[in-house]
T-cell receptor, first 117, second 114 residues
Framework: NAGVMQNPRHLVRRRGQEARLRCSPMKGHSHVYWYRQLPEEGLKFMVYLQKENIIDESGMPKERFSAEFPKEGPSILRIQQVVRGDSAAYFC???????????????FGPGTRLTVL | KQEVTQIPAALSVPEGENLVLNCSFTDSAIYNLQWFRQDPGKGLTSLLLIQSSQREQTSGRLNASLDKSSGRSTLYIAASQPGDSATYLCAVKDIGAGSYQLTFGKGTKLSVIP
């Protein structure tokens, strides 16, 4: 039973380019969360998605960032026109149903490390 | 707004020593608290999850305690080994709006010297 998978593991972009980060949740998990870890900072929640729905994107920057979790395929975090401040580790987590319950644990992927030159 | 603080930010101990990592949180209305381990350039490995109704959880040489009323948790590592060197993260899951998101501390970077 594979864990949460993320690709690429490392991504280098020049300022102004687009970055696409992919996350495949654990088998049987229908809830996906994205977190960002800036250098020397803790992980910060960005967005919570279920299949074909964005449930909460309150932690996502208002511009240039978007996320989706289509009916088929992985969840995608998309960053348009990247800037140096976007350099960070982006982690995806998944959980089974009942995301707001006490017993619903999130399982984390290995992360994608984005470097913007 | 929930805030999680971990002290110390970094800790260096000789091999074999017992040690305690601290985590505090400002809002006691939580579902649970979780301790993670993060190795450099790697993802997060869940170590222990304590439900709000529990006082502690144990796994091998690790013991985590939770005092919800005072907003504190400790992670005790017995007989430390060089392989324990990593950053340890504490995270809480709040009750209420946004209860699906975890709020993390910045972590304690542990170095165990052989």
């Amino acid at each position: 039973n594979a864990g949460v998978m993320q690709n690429p593991r490392h991504l280098v972009r020049r300022r102004g380019q687009e970055a696409r980060l992919r996350c495949s949740p654990m088998k049987g998990h229908s809830h996906v969360y994205w977190y960002r870890q800036l250098p020397e900072e803790g992980l910060k929640f960005m967005v919570y998605l279920q299949k074909e729905n964005i449930i909460d994107e309150s932690g996502m920057p208002k511009e240039r960032f978007s996320a989706e979790f289509p009916k088929e395929g992985p969840s995608i975090l998309r960053i348009q026109q990247v800037v140096r401040g976007d350099s960070a580790a982006y982690f995806c987590a998944s959980s089974p149903t009942g995301a707001d319950s006490s017993y619903n644990e999130q399982f984390f992927g290995p992360g994608t490390r984005l470097t913007v030159l | 707004k929930q805030e999680v603080t971990q002290i110390p930010a970094a800790l260096s101990v000789p091999e074999g020593e017992n040690l305690v990592l601290n985590c505090s949180f400002t809002d006691s209305a939580i579902y649970n608290l979780q301790w993670f381990r993060q190795d450099p350039g790697k993802g997060l490995t869940s170590l222990l999850l304590i439900q709000s109704s529990q006082r502690e959880q144990t796994s091998g040489r690790l013991n985590a305690s939770l005092d919800k009323s005072s907003g504190r948790s400790t992670l005790y590592i017995a007989a430390s080994q060089p392989g324990d060197s990593a950053t340890y993260l504490c995270a809480v899951k709040d009750i209420g709006a946004g209860s699906y998101q975890l709020t993390f501390g910045k972590g304690t970077k542990l170095s165990v010297i052989p």
